[in-house]
């Protein structure tokens, strides 16, 4: 059998965006095997690996919520503030009222929708930019923040801190390894393999151009193999550690907010008002109630990836939330969303995330200094961002298109779901 890039595209998925959020999972890959050779292994270790993830997850819940406002066209730069806001509420209301932790968790969620709804009302009914509305609402609510908590540092319960700093207990016999980060990873390859035969029949019962059995099975293999590694990296990890319980959200919400984008009509308008909203409007897309719910649902994201970074610190402080929009709309833009709107992934932005996490993270580990870090991490940004906007402007393969332009030849661009006409 002859093998061909044609057949190897279909392992992506068949379309540009595909292969483009693998191209950023390559870049994904060099960037850890980079710094795990200068780095002499650490970056790899299970103890590492763990702190990561214990690190940056609330910045990936909010990149989960960011990817959908740029989609849309939008832009939050509220999201540290709100997170800060919802953070200082719940560490109050538990410590001065009393509040059971799980009440108090609802309670943190109900702010961040209350403070979406306002915010989605001023850009989606009243018209004024998503921009003005959420800068006016960084300053409002950091402001809002400090009133409450008189910027003191307020401590929060024990069994709060589960969501951010607890991980998954250990179960079953004595292995070595933590038992049900063992079968997490097992549970997560077997609905990869289901995944991909799902995803065969689909094709076949549509007539679609299918890719060869092999290529399948590559596909497979490797992302087992992947999944199994890390599920033994992570329950390698020193004594009392294990897969983070704020990574077992950020895993929940990724495959809840994929499905959304990907499967849902809801997920379908917020690409159609983003690529052309007065062609949405002409098709029956209800644009500004698109606007109104997806700007609610960044806040209540941004209260949750709060609770889980107060939790985390066992307190809410008055500097909780100080420049996390900016790591928020890095990732999204570092994997793949469009400045203009109109394209982007969930799993994108959790990988363009993760990009900056694990460079953040091996340049400490290399012992850069903090002023360092952050002029490589503007570059990076700028850089990456920059060649791919012009690259595109002069008719050339962006970026991360450029790594994969092989696979994408003379196929037409398919891409996230554009306009449809559905009942409003």
């Known amino acids: 059998m002859t093998t061909k ?37 650490l970056t790899l270790d299970p103890v590492n690996l763990i702190a990561i993830v214990s690190q940056y997850s609330y910045i990936l819940i909010l990149a989960i919520g960011m990817v959908m406002v740029i989609i849309l066209g939008n832009i939050d730069l509220s999201v540290g503030s709100v997170a800060a806001v919802a953070g200082i509420v719940v560490a109050t209301a538990m410590k001065t009222y009393s509040l059971p932790w799980g009440v108090a968790i609802i309670l943190g969620l109900l702010v961040g929708a209350v403070i979406g709804a306002w915010q989605g009302f001023w850009t989606a009914y009243i018209g ?50 933590n038992n049900l980060t063992l079968l997490l ?11 991909e035969f799902r995803l ?56 809840l907010y994929s499905f959304i984008t990907n499967n849902m009509i809801f997920g379908r308008h917020i690409y159609a008002v983003g690529g052309n909203r007065l062609a949405a409007q002409l098709s029956g897309v209800k644009s500004k109630r698109v606007h109104f719910l997806v700007m609610m649902n960044m806040s209540i994201l941004a209260a949750l990836a709060g609770m889980i970074f107060v939790a985390r610190s066992a307190a809410s402080g008055p500097q909780d939330g100080l420049n996390w929009e900016l790591d928020a709309i890095a990732a999204c833009f570092i994997g793949g969303a469009a400045v203009a709107g109109g394209s982007g992934t969930i799993v994108g932005s959790i990988v363009g995330g993760l990009v900056m996490a694990v460079l953040n993270n091996g340049l400490q580990l290399l012992g850069v ?44 661009v398919s891409g996230p779901p554009g306009p449809v006409r559905v009942a409003s």
Do not use: C
């Open 185 to 195: 990873g097992a549970l997560i390859a077997v609905a990869v393999v289901i995944r």
């Open 369 to 412: 200094g903090a002023d360092k870090v952050q002029m490589i991490k503007g570059l990076v940004l700028l850089i990456a961002v920059g060649i791919d906007v012009y690259n595109k402007m002069q008719g050339k393969p962006s970026l991360i298109g450029f790594m994969t332009k092989r696979f994408e030849k003379d196929e037409a």
């Open 200 to 255: 065969r029949k689909t094709q076949r019962d549509m007539g679609s151009d299918m890719a060869p059995p092999w290529v399948s099975l590559i596909k497979v293999v490797v992302l087992v193999a992947v999944v199994l590694y890390a599920a033994f990296l992570f329950a390698g990890g020193r004594v009392g550690t294990s897969f983070p319980i704020s990574g077992i959200i950020l895993l929940v919400l990724v495959v």
């Open 128 to 177: 004024v930019p998503a921009f003005i509305v959420t800068l006016a609402g960084m300053l409002l609510f950091r402001g809002v923040n400090q009133f409450i908590g008189n910027a003191n540092t307020i401590p929060v319960p024990e069994g709060f801190r589960v969501i951010g700093a607890g991980y998954l207990p250990e179960v079953g016999p004595n292995t070595g390894y």
């Open 5 to 41: 890039f044609s057949d190897l595209k279909k392992m992506f998925g068949g379309g540009t965006s595909k292969a483009r959020e693998f191209g950023m999972i390559f870049t994904l890959v060099g960037i850890i095997l980079l710094f795990q050779f200068l780095t002499h292994g």
